[in-house]
């Protein structure tokens, strides 16, 4: 008979291994902190999805756009994107909203931050931030009519068991700032020089019935894969 573990305790162990494996790697100093200041990084890389909201998605959004506009990512420092949000439970103010559970889609507390996640992934691409950790999504429940984002851009995150971690290689400082509109949200990539966006290509190749694959490319050198569930027939 297989002993019951609760979920918080599950979630504690996976933080310990990953803390562990970050001491492992040399990165346990390396993560972006919050900075108290506005610095002046005026330059702007940019991009814009629409946003689909509903009252929950929205209240998460904005809970976490805040702590994750108070990180400064200076040269060679990691943003993990679960260090600048932190616990997405009731206790910090997050509430019910739709996401992906154990390939199920379902409530769940903090559902909806996955769009952040995946804005910052896929602008992280156009800026040549190199990729620590990414988990793209099991399921794609899309049609080409009701994406707002291209398949193989997406980045799911799980406090304790998936996160986005990206480290800065440019010279410069750099942080994401966000703007929320009625039916759209903007990511901006602020900095203090002059980026040049990287051309970035998902390709997708039907490999099943209901399975397709994603490439992913950046200036035409392949980078990535990606693959997907089909839950709506297109």
């Keep these: 008979m297989k002993r019951y573990i609760p979920h918080r305790i599950k979630i504690r162990l996976h933080?310990?291994?990953?803390?562990?494996?970050?001491i492992q790697k040399g990165h346990y100093y390396d993560y972006a902190k919050q900075v108290d200041a506005e610095t002046?990084?005026?330059n702007a890389l940019q991009l814009k999805q629409e946003l689909k909201p509903n009252e929950?998605?929205?209240?998460?959004?904005?809970?976490?756009?805040?702590r994750i506009e108070s990180i400064q990512i200076?040269?060679?420092?990691?943003?993990?994107?679960w260090n600048a949000v932190g616990n997405p439970n009731t206790k910090n103010g997050f509430v019910n909203s739709r996401s992906i559970v154990g390939g199920v889609l379902q409530d769940s507390v903090g559902g909806g931050l996955c769009q952040l996640s995946g804005l910052i992934y896929y602008?992280?691409?156009?800026a040549n931030l190199e990729i620590l950790e990414r988990h793209s999504h099991s399921?794609?429940?899309?049609?080409?009519?009701?994406?707002?984002?291209?398949?193989?851009?997406d980045a799911t995150v799980a406090?304790?068991?998936?996160?986005?971690?990206?480290?800065?290689?440019?010279n410069y400082p750099i942080r994401f700032k966000f703007s929320v509109l009625e039916n759209d949200i903007i990511i901006n990539l602020m900095y203090t020089s002059?980026?040049?966006?990287?051309?970035?290509?998902?390709?997708?190749?039907?490999?099943?019935e209901n399975l397709v694959e994603v490439y992913t490319s950046i200036n035409n050198e392949q980078v990535a894969t990606s693959k997907y569930i089909k839950l709506i027939p297109q």
């Design 74 to 81: 200076n040269p060679n420092e990691i943003f993990s994107f």
């Design 139 to 153: 399921m794609d429940i899309y049609t080409a009519e009701t994406r707002f984002a291209p398949l193989g851009s």
């Design 40 to 42: 002046s990084l005026k």
């Design 15 to 22: 933080l310990i291994r990953r803390l562990w494996s970050d």
């Design 159 to 170: 406090y304790g068991y998936k996160d986005l971690r990206i480290r800065n290689k440019l």
């Design 194 to 208: 002059l980026i040049d966006g990287n051309k970035v290509e998902f390709e997708e190749k039907i490999i099943g």
């Design 56 to 66: 929950a998605k929205m209240h998460n959004l904005l809970i976490a756009i805040k």
């Design 123 to 126: 602008l992280s691409l156009k």
